[in-house]
């Protein structure tokens, strides 16, 4: 158990809402990710951080934007959703760089109508 | 550019054979990390192997072993008398020197019959 926790875990909303997703973490990880999994596509990562109020852009960050304000915590905001948007939210965490091993929170799946 | 490619969608085999799910991978580093984590119907990334690009060794832990095998590109995971539990998607996944991120594969959903 790496000590993550994701809410909401299942959230229904409508197309141009705002929606903010939740990954907090128990452990002091430095480095936080957020990842979308789509059927054919595997995970891909939306943003990271190396610290707080230090983040990046990933592969797939168009529509999405983060914030660490707290080591503990790092938010996904989708700031007007999308039915492309729909999929599942991977949160994860590693002591160090990518290279190190990245736990996994046990996602959110998310519905955009 | 790196990529991680599982060729096999679906495997379905009858419990206590043998399976051997394939990872082939591209990427222009000469250090790089491999990885597959296993994804169970109830849906959670488990972490199963990490594996440097400098140590070739092949590993084994219990019932699952992996052959890494750089001349080929290829991150094999085999699991010996499979079981219905192993019943899961399971992931291939890289990471370069400097990078931040995982490049996961499609993923290769076994299916273990009873």
């Known amino acids: 158990d790496a000590g993550i926790t994701q809410s909401p875990r299942h959230k229904v909303t409508e197309t141009g809402t705002p929606v903010t997703l939740r990954c907090h973490q128990t452990?002091?990880?430095?480095?936080m990710y957020w990842y979308r999994q789509d059927p054919g596509h595997g995970l891909r990562l939306i943003h990271y951080s190396y610290g707080v109020k230090d983040t990046d852009k990933g592969e797939v960050s168009d529509g999405y934007s983060v914030s660490r304000s707290k080591t503990e915590d790092f938010l996904l905001t989708l700031e007007s959703a999308t039915s492309s948007q729909t999929s599942v939210y991977f949160c994860?965490?590693?002591?160090?760089?990518?290279?190190?091993?990245?736990?996994f929170g046990p996602g959110t799946r998310l519905l955009v109508l | 550019a790196q990529k991680v490619t599982q060729a096999q969608t679906e495997i379905s085999v009858v419990e206590k054979e043998d399976v051997t799910l394939d990872c082939v991978y591209e990427t222009r580093d000469t250090t790089y990390y491999l990885f597959w984590y296993k994804q169970p119907p109830s849906g959670e990334l488990v972490f199963l192997i990490r594996r440097n690009s400098f140590d070739e060794q092949n590993e084994i832990s219990g019932r699952y072993s992996w052959n890494f095998q750089k001349s080929t590109s290829s991150f094999n995971f085999t699991i010996t008398a499979s079981q219905v539990v192993d019943s899961a998607v399971y992931f291939c996944?890289?990471?370069?020197?400097?990078?931040?991120?995982?490049?996961f594969g499609t993923g290769t959903r076994l299916t273990v019959i009873p």
């Open positions: 996944a890289l990471s370069e020197t400097g990078a931040n991120n995982l490049f």
């Open positions: 994860a965490i590693s002591e160090w760089t990518g290279q190190e091993t990245q736990y």
């Open positions: 452990e002091n990880h430095r480095y």
